[in-house]
């Protein structure tokens, strides 16, 4: 993974059906030194499927609460090229 990053995976629409089924996937399957975050618009949405992933996979480290990313349509340009 690149050294040059903060973040080797970031999950856009965390929050959503498909976002949460990728974000179960990548807790359970990811190696666990995967730097990743969660993104989505609803900081409160986002926190609790964080606290979910945590109880769900107690024996993995989880999403921290400083890899909790939120954006809108207006700031969401600006991540892809700061985390592209």
């Not at 690149?2 to 179960?24: H, K, N, P």
């Not at 809108?72 to 600006?78: G, S, T, V």
Request: aromatic content about 8%; proline content about 1%.
């Amino acid at each position: 993974m690149s050294q040059d990053r903060e973040y080797d995976l970031v999950l856009f629409g965390a929050t959503g059906f498909t976002g949460s089924i990728a974000a179960i996937y990548v807790t359970e399957n990811a190696p666990t030194n995967l730097r990743w975050a969660i993104a989505g618009r609803s900081e409160q949405k986002l926190k609790k499927l964080k606290d979910e992933l945590d109880s769900q996979n107690s024996n993995r480290s989880g999403v921290g609460s400083s890899h909790i990313l939120t954006s809108n349509i207006l700031n969401c340009e600006m991540w892809l090229i700061e985390y592209r």
